[in-house]
């Protein structure tokens, strides 16, 4: 596992049209065989797109896996919803200081307490593949990306059995 410190990240979703979506800085905690953990404390702000700041009351931290369509949020308690992954393109990371990716719509999220995950946001990317022309590719790619994460995140498997906790604990104080 290597850390770096608290170095800021500017993070970057876009539509795919490249319009900007959500958009936030936040500190990098460091990196394991997952991919790269961001993360922020409680009481910080995220925008959608150039609207004004949104604030975010629980702690929690991103995961950016490696060459893998999704990202993946974990929020601290009381938040309801404890996994949030959003299918997106690979992220990319044009410098250190700055990661961007497309979100393609679907989403896998997990609420606390329960075991079972839950496939949101379907009708959102239908929609989107007619309105911004994705390509065949990235339907098959971000179909499978749904697929496999229902499948991980039901069953613990990878960062989604706990690997969170101690990222989660650097920005939450636990």
Excluded at 77 to 99: F, K, L, M, Q
Excluded at 151 to 164: E, K, L, N, R, S
Aim: with cysteine; net charge negative; aromatic share 10%.
């Amino acid at each position: 596992m290597a850390t770096y410190g608290y170095g800021l990240v500017q993070v970057d979703y876009h539509k795919y049209d490249g319009s900007l979506h959500w958009n936030l800085r936040m500190r990098r905690l460091g990196e394991d065989e997952h991919g790269v953990w961001l993360g922020l404390p409680a009481g910080s702000v995220m925008r959608k797109g150039h609207n004004p700041e949104i604030p975010v009351p629980e702690a929690h931290v991103l995961l950016f896996p490696r060459d893998a369509w999704w990202t993946a949020t974990f929020n601290a308690a009381p938040r309801s919803t404890e996994i949030y992954c959003d299918i997106t393109t690979p992220p990319e990371w044009p410098s250190p200081g700055r990661v961007t990716m497309v979100d393609l719509d679907l989403d896998v999220l997990r609420k606390r307490g329960s075991d079972a995950p839950i496939l949101v946001d379907e009708d959102e990317f239908a929609e989107h593949q007619v309105r911004y022309s994705y390509p065949p590719e990235v339907i098959t790619a971000a179909l499978a990306s749904a697929d496999w994460l229902m499948t991980a995140v039901a069953a613990g498997g990878g960062p989604f059995g706990g690997a969170h906790e101690k990222w989660l604990a650097m920005v939450s104080g636990g």
